[in-house]
């Protein structure tokens, strides 16, 4: 069974930086292109980062330069790191992979608040 479970949201200051995480089970891991999506209130999800098994990344240019995306195949986990956060990248964010995504599949996400 599927199991995608983001954590390390918060509020945070504008400049302020933050990690999220994505535990992932339920599918091999390691062969897969994960990505990281976000949702604000009112708009569509989008994707603000992915990266291939091999470790290649791409990024939303509205993100390059201040997030990066990685990941830990031994633990199944991709991470976020956000830095110089700004008031327009809050949003609920979430972890994904393309198979899964079209599924219908999301986890339940991780709240980011940039607010002073």
């Known amino acids: 069974q599927v199991q995608l479970v983001e954590s390390g949201g918060g509020l945070v200051q504008p400049g302020g930086s933050l990690r999220l995480s994505c535990a992932a089970s339920?599918?091999?891991?390691?062969?897969?292109?994960m990505g990281w999506y976000r949702q604000a209130p009112g708009n569509q999800r989008e994707l603000v980062a992915a990266?291939?098994?091999?470790?290649?990344?791409n990024y939303a240019d509205s993100v390059k330069g201040r997030f990066t995306i990685s990941r830990d195949n031994a633990k199944n986990t991709v991470y976020l790191q956000m830095n110089s956060l700004k008031p327009e990248d809050t949003a609920v964010y979430y972890c994904?992979?393309?198979?899964?995504?079209?599924?219908?599949?999301w986890g339940q996400g991780t709240q980011v608040t940039v607010s002073s």
């Open positions: 994904n992979e393309d198979t899964i995504r079209r599924s219908g599949y």
């Open positions: 339920g599918f091999i891991f390691s062969i897969t292109v």
């Open positions: 990266i291939t098994s091999g470790g290649s990344t």
